[in-house]
């Protein structure tokens, strides 16, 4: 039974920082693809950033020099670190993982994309951490 667990939201000013942690059971997060994505109220959920088995990330332009995603397989966690917080990224923050039918669909294939069908991309997801942001 895959579990991922996401840790490290909270309340922080403009230009802060916060450590998201996604801390996997059941699965090994440096099998295959995995993701952060956020979703704010009434949006769309958006990806952020991705890392591929071997390590490679993307990154949406909405984050890109701003925020590192990163993994640690010795403690199977996923990382991802947010410098110079804004308060437009404000959201509900997501971690999400392939599944071995995701990965035979989408090889080839781990990076952020503007598509709303990204998410549809990983079968397995955390319950959420809240990031607020305030100016």
């Known amino acids: 039974q895959v579990q991922l667990v996401e840790s490290g939201g909270g309340s922080v000013q403009a230009g802060g920082s916060l450590r998201l942690s996604c801390a996997a059971s059941?699965?090994?997060?440096?099998?295959?693809?995995m993701a952060w994505f956020r979703q704010a109220p009434g949006k769309e959920r958006e990806g952020l950033t991705s890392?591929?088995?071997?390590?490679?990330?993307t990154y949406a332009d909405s984050v890109k020099g701003r925020f590192t995603i990163s993994q640690d397989n010795a403690k199977n966690t996923l990382y991802l670190q947010m410098n110079s917080l804004k308060p437009e990224d404000t959201a509900m923050y997501y971690c999400?993982?392939?599944?071995?039918?995701?990965?035979?669909?989408?090889?080839?294939?781990?990076?952020?994309?503007?598509?709303?069908?990204?998410?549809?991309?990983?079968?397995?997801w955390g319950q959420g951490t809240q990031v607020t942001v305030s100016s």
């Open positions: 999400a993982a392939r599944s071995n039918l995701d990965h035979l669909r989408y090889r080839g294939r781990c990076r952020v994309t503007k598509s709303p069908t990204m998410m549809y991309e990983y079968s397995y």
């Open positions: 059941g699965y090994t997060v440096s099998a295959y693809c």
């Open positions: 890392i591929d088995s071997d390590g490679t990330p």
